[in-house]
């Protein structure tokens, strides 16, 4: 870690990211913030970026639905520790979090201080998680981790094409969407299929939301 942290926002929602970069600049000490609004511009920016020590990321925003985001992220930039915000706060969101790979995991609803205290956490490489939340392991954590580790193999337009698939959207559907052609989104989904190890779209949209569990959370 440099003595100055380079770190990441990434958020959709332009008041909460702009709160946020202030908040950092007061209370840690020569930072620099870069801020994103989805996960394409967060990939890009790690690409752009190479020093970056810390990504501080919401769970829902484009590109990203539930633990998709941070899944990605863990699988592409296992050097890069991320710290989940999130308004929804429960045990269950928190420990999910940490299991996928997060080093940490911060409420919305925090104070700058506590703020503060988990990016020193982190960054030193320790896990924070806020006061008096459970992180026990429970017994679908395996297969969770397991099915986190498939996902992770996927690229971010195969990510875009699999909640696609989820929301379902049919392959010329998903062609409009994504602008491209509808042999392009059935090789996609091809490969989806196998990176998941499955043998059917409706397979693959099972298997994800066993980890995604996108409509439990909220921005």
């Known amino acids: 870690m440099t003595e100055a942290p380079i770190i990441i926002v990434a958020d959709d929602h332009p ?26 511009s967060t990939i890009k920016k790690l690409e752009e970026k190479r020093d970056v020590d810390l990504v501080l990321l919401d769970l829902n925003m484009p590109g990203a639905e539930g633990f998709s985001g ?42 700058p201080d506590d703020m503060h205290k988990a990016i020193q956490q982190v960054l030193i490489g320790a896990i924070w998680v806020p006061d008096n939340h459970v992180l026990e392991k429970e017994g679908n954590d395996d297969e969770i981790l397991e099915i986190a580790s498939r996902l992770s193999t996927l690229t971010p337009q195969q990510m875009r094409v699999l909640m696609m698939l989820k929301e379902g959207l049919l392959n010329k559907q998903i062609a409009f969407e994504l602008a491209v052609s509808e042999a392009t989104v059935k090789a996609h989904v091809s490969a ?21 569990q996108a409509e439990n959370l909220s921005t």
């Open 192 to 212: 989806i299929l196998q990176k998941l190890a499955v043998n059917s779209r409706t397979q693959a949209v099972i298997v994800a939301s066993k980890v995604f």
């Open 70 to 111: 941070l899944i990605y992220l863990r699988g592409e930039y296992p050097a890069i520790p991320v710290i989940v915000i999130s308004a929804s706060d429960d045990d269950d969101t928190i420990r999910r979090s940490i299991s996928l790979g997060a080093s940490g995991f911060i409420p919305k609803s925090c104070t």
């Open 15 to 40: 008041l909460f990211r702009d709160a946020l970069e202030a908040t950092l600049t007061r209370h840690v000490s020569g930072v620099g913030v870069f801020t994103t609004g989805d996960l394409t």
